[in-house]
C-alpha cells in the first residue's frame, strides 16, 4: 500500500456511487437505505474499538507512568472539547454549508450545482475526512478512510439519483480535501514518536465511537467541536512522560 491509496479509493467511491444513482435513479426504498445506515454505524463500532485499543500499546503505556494513557485521552478530549465549544467548530462547519450552498445556488434552481455542493460538503466536512486522511498519511492504515468509502458510496446513489452527475464531481474538492489532511499525517509521522501516534489514534478512536453512535441514531454528539483533541492527545502523551 501507499499513501494516499485511502483518498484514491474514497474518490472512485464517490464517482462509482454518482454513476449508479444516476442511472437506477431513486430506486433504493427508505427502508433499505436505513439498513444501510444501520449497519454502517455498526461497523464504525468496530473500526472505533479497533482504533481504541491503541491505548494498550505497548510503546504508549511503556512510555508513561502507570495509569497516565487513560487520563492523557480524558485531557485530551475534556479539553479539546472545552476549546471546540468555545470556538463552535461544530456550528460553523454547518454554517459553512449553509453559506456555500446559498452562494453557489441562490434559487435552488440548478440539480447539478445542488448536488456538487451538498455531497461536496457531505463528504468533505466530517471528522471521519480528517481522522482517515491523516491515519492515511501517518500509515496506521486506510481502514477509517475505507469505511468512509463505504458511507460515501450508498450516500452518493441517494444523492445522484435526485440531483445528476453534480454529485459525482464533487470527488475533486474532496480529494484536495483529503489530499491535504495526509500531507498534514505524513509530516506528523515523521515528527512524532510512537507513544504520541498510539494517543492520537486512541483519541481519534473516541470520536469514530461517537460517530458511530449517531449513525445509529442512539446518541447526536457534537463530534466536530472534539477534533482539537487529536492535536492535544500527542502534547498531553509529551508531558506525561516528562513526569
Do not use: C, H
Amino acid at each position: 500500500m501507499f499513501i494516499g491509496l485511502g483518498t484514491i479509493i474514497n474518490i472512485v467511491a464517490i464517482v462509482a456511487g454518482a454513476s449508479i444513482g444516476v442511472l437506477l435513479g431513486n430506486m433504493m426504498s427508505e427502508k433499505t437505505r436505513n439498513l444501510v445506515t444501520d449497519l454502517l454505524g455498526a461497523i464504525t463500532l468496530v473500526a472505533a474499538a479497533g482504533a481504541i485499543k491503541a491505548l494498550w500499546d505497548q510503546d504508549f503505556v511503556n512510555a508513561l507512568p502507570q495509569g497516565s494513557p487513560l487520563l492523557v485521552l480524558l485531557a485530551s478530549l475534556l479539553l479539546g472539547g472545552l476549546i471546540g465549544s468555545l470556538l463552535r467548530i461544530e456550528d460553523r462547519l454547518e454554517s459553512l454549508g449553509i453559506k456555500l450552498k446559498s452562494r453557489f445556488d441562490k434559487g435552488g434552481a440548478s440539480p447539478f450545482v445542488e448536488g456538487f455542493v451538498s455531497a461536496s460538503l457531505l463528504f468533505a466536512v466530517g471528522p471521519l475526512a480528517i481522522l482517515g486522511s491523516i491515519s492515511d498519511g501517518m500509515s496506521t492504515g486506510i481502514e477509517q478512510l475505507t469505511l468512509k468509502s463505504m458511507l460515501d458510496f450508498f450516500a452518493s446513489i441517494a444523492f445522484a439519483a435526485a440531483l445528476g452527475w453534480g454529485v459525482a464531481l464533487s470527488a475533486l474538492p474532496v480529494g484536495v480535501y483529503q489530499f491535504g489532511w495526509t500531507a498534514i499525517g505524513f509530516a506528523l509521522g515523521a515528527i512524532l514518536d510512537s507513544y504520541q501516534v498510539s494517543a492520537m489514534t486512541a483519541t481519534g478512536g473516541v470520536l469514530l465511537l461517537a460517530i458511530g453512535l449517531k449513525l445509529l441514531k442512539i446518541k447526536v454528539i457534537a463530534i466536530g467541536n472534539l477534533l482539537p483533541a487529536l492535536a492535544l492527545a500527542p502534547l498531553f502523551a509529551l508531558l506525561g512522560r516528562a513526569f
